[in-house]
């Protein structure tokens, strides 16, 4: 029962995650009508903007390390901690979170810059063209973070106060289940962000367009002028989500290259499972999948189904489309005719 | 409206002469006589076999570059006649190259180092997994074919890794080795233990017999390609990429045909990997990765989606840069740049750079995005455009190229 | 009187909680030339999506020359003899003239699913011959080998024709054949309905155009509200108060 609840809880973190991109995903193909193969580019951009961010917070000077007496040893000292001592200790300890400060205005430009000098060429062009123009932007991206970063993942820690292990057992009237706080937060965090990108859609005139763009593409340009426009911000909001969604993961699995890649072919898979087009149904599909991607790496489980682990979300998705082809929460009329 | 999104007229591989040009006379070759099939097929032969002597120049005239061209045109070829011919989208098509390889390794340790064994055995293998996958997938259209197919492929390539070790031997690859039964081989002499590379009959085939056994093979499925293009099959195909609810009011079941095409296209890139087998005998769970099926639909698409040669052609410049650039490093960009001032050197070696070596990738990105954005229809487009081009005098250039047939 | 090839019984259809289809009963007789008219949204179309196979009804029975059409396959009601041609014509645009007519030729020919992945298509003397026939007959001989997405609407609509002729089906279903098109065109589709009403193909028309309904149809039932509300021959239903009320509005025929 505890390794139930804990593989539970190991799929929520990694849901979360999956849930983000696709949000993003599913966002962009209900209104612009564009599948983009780069969205896991975005996630592994956000990824690599804690990385710049903590590079820069870091950057030393070399002190005279009093601790050695006898002979003149030096260390490395950020400037910050030089300038505000224990303050600054602490701002390049919470790096990763504050990351996110560069990582939105970052994201937003990257996702409009993307959207205006790319993607808009091919609204009107068939899913298979689309489908490989951002196919070869998405390499493009990795190879260029390749170039300034290198192929080896780069390790980044969670603020000391959050990074140790916390007994959750007590929630759930269990005996002792400790489980690494980062990963709670991360999960915190993914609901925090669906939570916003959902009211924004609920609660703004802007989001009612949006949504009203999802539910039948035909109206979307009924729905007033500078649809362009509009268009740019969804997209730019996609790119965001997607980047947070990468900023904050950085302290569960250090970011190289070609993070983005793996998570898009299975943010693809959640977003089929999920319907193609709905936002609740990516949200769902991603922590389902999750879930059931970390139950099925329990050894009891691959003790009956060897390598299940492996394939779950794949199976998952082929089971999905067969019996459901519209995915889980589909609606008719998306990506049909 | 069209069932599936890859096949509305919007799709790539229609190929633009075909929907701009009036007359469709040798568009699709289905025009031409059985004779200037033959003539053709005996250009291509011709040019295949003198590639060792017109590629020299250019430094591809060695054996194992030029095998890599024809082995990734049969699989470009064979994807072609999916993707290309009924429109349909598969993004997991490296995942039959891959069972290919693992098939003709399989037949090298437990039959015989004799190569057309082991391919034959990589064709069934691929075509029968390419069966049961494509009865899978057919059974959904559009991108909806494309995550099945991608499913199914990482999948094959997960459990290839993982579980199936036994047969795959997970992450160090498939090989042959000293102690393998070979039975084939042992009945007919004793020298088989000491025998360690494919053959053809007793030619070893390493070096320049590799490649010409790849290169007949090539122009063998090129042949096929070309019959089937013509054939009622491939005309059904296309009708099926030009309008498929057509076909079924028309009385057609759609979804055989599909599968047909499918299996066929599995078969090849089973002859591919199992050529990659007898080339090289290693099968590594990396010819399944998804990248790998991305590679195929660019090389693909850089020829010519649909079109008889273009996925030839879009093979070899494919495999030819990447040798290229992969190969270049600081040393031979100083090289290159040696005709300019010292300063002027360091500056250009600075902006190349990034493009070569390590960074081939970056320039393969580039190139996927440029072709899909200014040349969809790939370089045989290119190449149409520039006759086209060429033969068009002044007098024509008013009239809109609709109607500036000859 | 003749037998009827097409019978359809208490058919009913809905879509949510729309009513397309409410209890619709129509007989076609062999040979004849039926037309239904109706409003828009009167579910003409619906009714000819049933009989195609593209809408299974939820109640109701559609028999065709002797056996059940519910349950089957588009293809598979091609194959039994029921052509369609479509409002915005269905054709395979990036194709040539003749190899659209050759098409539908080889599915009468070799059935559903036969592959011939050898021979040249264009060398299947048979099948060519009797597409270059049509071709004649509906004047599309000299466009043959044009790309069709290059010809006219008018053209398109021809060739739509000519592929279903070429089948020889038993019964042709027509969705609003002259729709969109100039008076000129119009006559001359009417022109061509008449020459090939000499076939003896049964068909069935959807049509707005009074006229075109006037001169061609035997038999016209009129739809309303997911229903037939009348059928009669030309003047009968011109005669008729209660479709002049529920359909013509009142004007003047």
């Known amino acids: 029962m505890d390794a139930i609840i804990l593989q539970i809880l190991n799929g929520l973190d990694k849901g979360g995650a999956y849930a983000l991109i696709a949000l993003g995903l599913t966002l962009i193909f209900g209104t612009l009508g564009v599948v983009n193969f780069a969205h896991g580019a975005l996630f592994m951009l956000g990824a690599f903007c804690s990385v710049t961010f903590a590079r820069l917070l870091t950057i030393s000077e070399r002190v005279r390390d009093e601790s050695v007496t006898f002979f003149a040893a030096y260390k490395e000292v950020p400037y910050l901690e030089l300038w505000y001592g224990e303050t600054g200790k602490a701002i390049v300890e919470w790096a990763v979170p504050l990351s996110i400060l560069l990582a939105v205005p970052v994201m937003l430009l990257i996702g409009f810059a993307m959207e205006r000098g790319l993607i808009r060429f091919f609204y009107k062009r068939s899913h298979a063209e689309q489908i490989l123009v951002t196919f070869g932007l998405a390499i493009v991206l990795q190879e260029i973070v390749k170039y300034f970063f290198g192929a080896n993942p780069i390790p980044l820690t969670a603020p000391p106060a959050l990074a140790g292990s916390a007994d959750i057992g007590a929630l759930f009237g269990a005996s002792n289940i400790s489980y690494p706080m980062w990963r709670i937060v991360y999960f915190l965090f993914s609901l925090a962000v669906i939570a916003a990108v959902f009211a924004f859609l609920q609660l703004t005139t802007f989001g009612m367009v949006v949504r009203a763009g999802m539910a039948d593409r035909e109206t979307v340009g009924l729905l007033g002028i500078n649809i362009g426009r509009k268009f740019t911000i969804v997209f730019g909001i996609a790119a965001v989500v997607a980047g947070l969604a990468g900023v904050m993961y950085t302290p569960i699995l250090a970011p190289n290259y070609h993070l983005g890649m793996d998570f898009l072919v299975l943010s693809f898979v959640v977003v089929v499972v999920g319907g193609m087009g709905s936002l609740a149904g990516a949200v769902v599909a991603g922590f389902l999948l999750g879930i059931l991607q970390s139950l099925a790496s329990m050894t009891e489980v691959k003790a009956i189904v060897p390598g299940i682990d492996q394939i779950i979300i794949y199976l998952v998705a082929v089971v999905v489309l067969l019996v459901r082809p519209r995915g889980l929460m589909g609606r008719r009329g998306v990506m049909e005719s | 409206m069209s069932e599936s999104v890859l096949n509305s007229d919007k799709a790539m591989g229609r190929s633009p002469a075909e929907s701009h040009s009036p007359k469709g006379d040798g568009m699709r070759g289905f025009m031409s006589s059985s004779r200037s099939d033959y003539l053709l097929v005996a250009v291509f032969a011709a040019a295949i076999l003198t590639m060792p002597i017109w590629l020299a120049p250019i430094g591809a005239g060695y054996p194992d570059i030029l095998q890599k061209f024809a082995i990734f045109g049969i699989f470009a070829l064979g994807f072609n006649i999916l993707f290309g011919f009924s429109g349909y989208l598969s993004f997991g098509h490296a995942a039959f190259l891959g069972t290919g390889s693992y098939a003709a390794v399989w037949m090298f340790k437990l039959l015989s180092m004799n190569a057309l064994i082991a391919v034959g055995f990589a064709i069934i293998v691929a075509g029968v997994f390419a069966l049961l996958i494509g009865y899978v997938s057919l059974r959904r259209s559009g991108i909806y074919f494309s995550i099945l197919t991608l499913a199914f492929a990482q999948m094959s390539y997960n459990l290839a890794y993982s579980v199936l070790t036994p047969i795959t031997n997970g992450e160090t690859g498939l090989q042959i080795s000293r102690s393998d039964p070979r039975i084939i081989d042992n009945f007919f002499g004793a020298d088989a233990h000491r025998l360690r590379v494919p053959d053809f009959f007793g030619i070893e085939l390493q070096g320049w017999p590799g490649f010409y056994f790849c290169a007949v093979l090539l122009i063998l499925a090129f042949f096929l390609t070309l019959r089937i293009r013509n054939s009622t099959f491939g005309l059904m195909l296309f009708a099926i990429k030009s309008n498929q609810n057509r076909m079924n009011y028309t009385g057609f079941s759609t979804r055989p045909y599909l599968l047909a095409a499918f299996v066929i296209s599995g078969m090849y890139a089973g002859l591919a990997g199992g050529l990659l087998a007898v080339t090289d005998p290693l099968a590594g769970a990396d010819r399944m990765q998804w990248t790998a099926s991305g590679e195929v639909v660019l090389m693909t698409i850089l020829g010519g989606v649909g079109t008889l040669l273009g996925p030839v052609i879009g093979a070899a410049v494919m495999k030819y840069l990447e040798q290229i650039f992969s190969s270049f490093n600081e040393g031979v960009l100083h090289r290159t740049f040696d005709f300019l001032t010292p300063e002027l050197q360091d500056i250009m070696v600075t902006i190349t750079s990034p493009f070569v070596g390590e960074g081939w990738q970056l320039t393969l990105g580039l190139m996927f995005m440029l072709v899909v954005i200014f040349l969809p229809g790939g370089i045989m487009e290119g190449i149409r455009r520039i006759s086209r081009g060429l033969r068009r005098d002044r007098r024509d250039d008013a009239a809109p190229p609709a109607h500036a047939g000859h | ?253």
């Open chain 3, 1 to 253: 009187m003749t037998s009827e090839i097409l019978t359809i019984k208490g058919v009913s259809k809905r879509f949510g909680g729309l009513r397309a289809l409410d209890d619709v009963n129509l007989n076609v007789r062999q040979g004849s030339v039926h037309a239904i008219i109706g409003p828009n949204g009167a579910g003409k179309s619906t009714l000819l999506n049933c009989l195609v196979g593209r809408i299974i009804p939820d109640e109701g029975s559609v028999t065709f020359d002797g056996g059940s059409l519910l349950g089957h396959k588009p293809h598979q009601i091609n194959q039994a003899g029921i052509a369609r041609v479509f409002q915005t014509p269905e054709i395979f645009g990036e194709l040539s003239v003749l190899e659209n007519v050759m098409i539908p030729a080889f599915a009468k020919r070799d059935g559903a699913f036969r592959i011939n992945a050898w021979r040249r298509a264009r060398e299947r003397g048979a099948v060519r011959e009797e597409a270059e026939h049509i071709l004649e007959d509906l004047n599309l001989s000299d466009q043959r080998d044009q790309i069709v997405n290059s010809m006219s609407r008018g053209d398109k609509r021809r060739l739509e024709l000519a592929m279903c002729l070429v089948q020889h089906p038993k019964l042709l279903l027509l969705d609003e054949p002259t729709a969109g098109m100039s008076r000129a065109d119009t006559n001359n589709t009417v022109d061509l309905l008449k020459k090939i009403a000499e076939r003896g193909i049964t068909k069935v028309i959807i049509e707005h155009d009074m006229h075109v309904v006037f001169s061609l149809a035997e038999t016209v039932s009129v739809m309303a509200q997911g229903t037939v509300i009348a059928e009669g021959s030309p003047e009968e239903i011109k005669a008729s108060a209660k479709v002049q009320e529920a359909y013509l509005g009142g004007a003047h025929l």
